[in-house]
Protein backbone atom coordinates (compact mmCIF):
# COMPACT_ATOMS: atom_id res chain seq x y z
CA UNK A 1 0.00 0.00 0.00
CA UNK A 2 2.57 2.47 0.85
CA UNK A 3 5.00 1.57 -2.35
CA UNK A 4 1.86 2.55 -4.40
CA UNK A 5 1.33 5.26 -2.61
CA UNK A 6 4.65 7.02 -3.23
CA UNK A 7 4.81 5.83 -6.86
CA UNK A 8 1.37 7.58 -7.09
CA UNK A 9 2.72 10.99 -5.42
CA UNK A 10 6.18 10.82 -7.12
CA UNK A 11 4.27 10.53 -10.63
CA UNK A 12 1.65 13.61 -10.06
CA UNK A 13 4.20 15.78 -8.35
CA UNK A 14 7.70 14.75 -8.61
CA UNK A 15 9.60 13.67 -5.61
CA UNK A 16 8.19 13.51 -2.38
CA UNK A 17 8.83 13.13 1.06
CA UNK A 18 7.54 10.60 3.84
CA UNK A 19 6.26 10.90 7.39
CA UNK A 20 6.53 7.43 8.57
CA UNK A 21 4.61 6.53 12.14
CA UNK A 22 5.11 2.86 12.59
CA UNK A 23 6.13 1.04 15.61
CA UNK A 24 8.81 -0.97 13.51
CA UNK A 25 10.89 -0.01 11.11
CA UNK A 26 10.45 -1.55 7.86
CA UNK A 27 13.57 -1.78 6.49
CA UNK A 28 14.55 -5.56 6.98
CA UNK A 29 16.74 -7.39 4.20
CA UNK A 30 13.53 -9.24 2.86
CA UNK A 31 15.85 -12.44 2.63
CA UNK A 32 15.97 -12.01 6.42
CA UNK A 33 12.84 -11.28 7.35
CA UNK A 34 10.86 -13.34 10.57
CA UNK A 35 7.58 -13.40 8.92
CA UNK A 36 8.37 -13.23 4.89
CA UNK A 37 6.28 -10.35 4.26
CA UNK A 38 6.93 -7.27 1.85
CA UNK A 39 5.37 -5.19 5.03
CA UNK A 40 8.49 -5.60 6.50
CA UNK A 41 10.75 -4.25 4.04
CA UNK A 42 8.48 -1.59 2.74
CA UNK A 43 10.42 1.62 3.66
CA UNK A 44 13.87 -0.17 3.10
CA UNK A 45 12.67 -0.97 -0.75
CA UNK A 46 11.28 2.80 -0.93
CA UNK A 47 14.57 3.84 -0.13
CA UNK A 48 16.63 1.66 -2.50
CA UNK A 49 18.12 -1.10 -0.18
CA UNK A 50 18.93 -4.76 -0.92
CA UNK A 51 18.24 -4.42 -4.82
CA UNK A 52 19.95 -7.68 -4.93
CA UNK A 53 17.16 -8.87 -3.02
CA UNK A 54 14.26 -8.32 -5.97
CA UNK A 55 13.64 -9.56 -9.31
CA UNK A 56 15.51 -7.74 -11.98
CA UNK A 57 12.66 -5.76 -13.30
CA UNK A 58 12.37 -4.72 -9.20
CA UNK A 59 15.67 -3.99 -8.86
CA UNK A 60 16.24 -1.98 -11.71
CA UNK A 61 13.56 0.55 -10.41
CA UNK A 62 15.03 4.11 -8.70
CA UNK A 63 14.88 4.29 -5.14
CA UNK A 64 11.10 6.57 -4.70
CA UNK A 65 12.96 8.46 -1.59
CA UNK A 66 15.96 9.90 -0.84
CA UNK A 67 16.80 9.25 3.11
CA UNK A 68 16.69 12.90 3.82
CA UNK A 69 12.83 13.26 2.77
CA UNK A 70 12.13 10.55 5.20
CA UNK A 71 10.87 11.10 9.03
CA UNK A 72 10.08 7.91 11.39
CA UNK A 73 8.14 8.25 14.21
CA UNK A 74 7.22 5.69 16.87
CA UNK A 75 9.47 2.81 16.21
CA UNK A 76 10.52 0.90 18.93
CA UNK A 77 12.20 -2.49 17.50
CA UNK A 78 15.67 -1.72 17.66
CA UNK A 79 16.37 -4.34 20.18
CA UNK A 80 14.74 -6.76 17.56
CA UNK A 81 16.93 -5.41 14.56
CA UNK A 82 19.66 -6.02 16.27
CA UNK A 83 18.74 -9.38 17.54
CA UNK A 84 18.82 -10.60 13.99
CA UNK A 85 21.60 -8.14 12.40
CA UNK A 86 19.72 -6.24 10.97
CA UNK A 87 20.59 -2.47 10.35
CA UNK A 88 19.00 0.46 12.19
CA UNK A 89 17.92 3.60 9.85
CA UNK A 90 18.96 5.61 12.77
CA UNK A 91 21.49 7.20 10.85
CA UNK A 92 20.11 7.72 7.51
CA UNK A 93 16.59 9.01 8.56
CA UNK A 94 15.33 11.29 11.03
CA UNK A 95 14.02 8.94 13.61
CA UNK A 96 12.06 9.99 16.77
CA UNK A 97 10.94 6.54 19.35
CA UNK A 98 8.11 7.18 21.41
CA UNK A 99 10.32 8.63 24.28
CA UNK A 100 11.84 11.29 21.77
CA UNK A 101 8.30 12.59 21.15
CA UNK A 102 7.13 12.84 24.88
CA UNK A 103 10.12 14.28 26.08
CA UNK A 104 9.87 17.28 22.85
CA UNK A 105 6.28 16.88 23.06
CA UNK A 106 4.14 14.98 20.47
CA UNK A 107 3.11 17.81 18.23
CA UNK A 108 6.09 20.31 18.71
CA UNK A 109 8.00 17.26 17.72
CA UNK A 110 5.85 16.29 14.79
CA UNK A 111 6.46 19.84 13.58
CA UNK A 112 9.69 19.35 13.83
CA UNK A 113 9.80 15.70 11.77
CA UNK A 114 6.98 17.49 8.83
CA UNK A 115 9.21 20.91 8.61
CA UNK A 116 12.64 18.43 8.28
CA UNK A 117 10.77 16.31 5.60
CA UNK A 118 8.45 18.97 4.00
CA UNK A 119 10.34 22.20 3.77
CA UNK A 120 11.42 21.49 0.18
CA UNK A 121 8.30 19.24 -1.32
CA UNK A 122 5.27 17.69 -0.51
CA UNK A 123 4.69 14.62 1.37
CA UNK A 124 3.17 11.58 2.06
CA UNK A 125 1.56 10.57 5.88
CA UNK A 126 1.79 6.64 6.56
CA UNK A 127 0.32 5.52 9.56
CA UNK A 128 0.56 1.58 10.79
CA UNK A 129 -1.74 1.33 13.89
CA UNK A 130 1.01 -1.10 15.69
CA UNK A 131 2.76 2.07 16.88
CA UNK A 132 -0.07 1.84 19.60
CA UNK A 133 0.78 0.26 22.71
CA UNK A 134 -0.57 -2.92 23.12
CA UNK A 135 -3.56 -2.34 26.02
CA UNK A 136 -4.61 0.69 23.45
CA UNK A 137 -5.19 -1.73 20.21
CA UNK A 138 -4.88 -5.35 20.52
CA UNK A 139 -5.92 -6.26 17.10
CA UNK A 140 -2.73 -6.32 15.37
CA UNK A 141 -0.28 -9.28 13.99
CA UNK A 142 3.34 -8.21 15.51
CA UNK A 143 2.62 -6.42 19.18
CA UNK A 144 5.63 -4.90 21.24
CA UNK A 145 6.35 -3.22 24.39
CA UNK A 146 5.95 0.07 24.70
CA UNK A 147 3.86 2.71 22.02
CA UNK A 148 1.66 5.62 21.27
CA UNK A 149 -1.45 6.17 23.32
CA UNK A 150 -4.69 7.04 21.03
CA UNK A 151 -4.19 10.44 22.52
CA UNK A 152 -0.90 10.97 21.20
CA UNK A 153 -1.39 9.44 18.20
CA UNK A 154 -4.56 11.64 17.78
CA UNK A 155 -2.21 14.27 18.44
CA UNK A 156 0.32 13.85 16.01
CA UNK A 157 -1.58 12.77 13.26
CA UNK A 158 -3.74 16.06 13.81
CA UNK A 159 -0.64 17.89 13.82
CA UNK A 160 0.45 16.38 10.32
CA UNK A 161 -3.05 16.49 8.89
CA UNK A 162 -3.29 20.07 9.28
CA UNK A 163 -0.12 20.98 7.19
CA UNK A 164 -1.45 21.73 3.74
CA UNK A 165 1.55 20.13 1.97
CA UNK A 166 0.84 16.81 3.15
CA UNK A 167 -0.22 14.57 -0.21
CA UNK A 168 -2.52 12.30 1.72
CA UNK A 169 -2.51 9.45 4.35
CA UNK A 170 -2.54 5.71 4.32
CA UNK A 171 -3.64 3.85 7.32
CA UNK A 172 -2.86 0.08 8.02
CA UNK A 173 -2.93 -2.31 10.30
CA UNK A 174 -5.95 -4.35 11.80
CA UNK A 175 -6.47 -8.23 12.03
CA UNK A 176 -10.16 -8.95 13.00
CA UNK A 177 -9.76 -12.28 14.12
CA UNK A 178 -8.50 -10.55 16.71
CA UNK A 179 -11.12 -9.10 17.50
CA UNK A 180 -13.98 -10.88 17.67
CA UNK A 181 -17.05 -8.29 18.91
CA UNK A 182 -15.34 -5.54 16.83
CA UNK A 183 -14.27 -3.20 20.18
CA UNK A 184 -11.07 -2.67 18.41
CA UNK A 185 -12.84 -2.00 14.93
CA UNK A 186 -14.85 0.40 16.39
CA UNK A 187 -11.82 2.55 17.60
CA UNK A 188 -10.14 3.21 14.47
CA UNK A 189 -13.33 4.55 12.83
CA UNK A 190 -13.85 6.59 15.75
CA UNK A 191 -10.07 8.06 15.50
CA UNK A 192 -10.41 7.99 11.79
CA UNK A 193 -13.80 10.10 12.29
CA UNK A 194 -11.88 12.75 13.95
CA UNK A 195 -10.18 13.91 11.11
CA UNK A 196 -13.15 14.84 8.65
CA UNK A 197 -13.32 17.83 7.47
Known amino acids: ?7 AGRSAVGRVGLLFVDGHEDAWDPRASPTGEAADSELGLALGQHPDALPGPLAS ?11 MLGARDADELAAHG ?4 AD ?5 R ?9 AA ?17 HVDLDVLATDQLAAVDYPQDGGLTWIELTELVGTALSRRDCLGWTLCIYNPDLDPDRTEARK ?4 VGQFRR
Do not use: H, N
Open 86 to 89: QPSL
Open 98 to 106: PKDLREAGI
Open 1 to 7: MLLAALV
Open 109 to 125: ATRRAVEAIGARRPWWL
Open 188 to 191: IVDF
Open 92 to 96: QVLLL
Open 61 to 71: QPPLLDPADVA
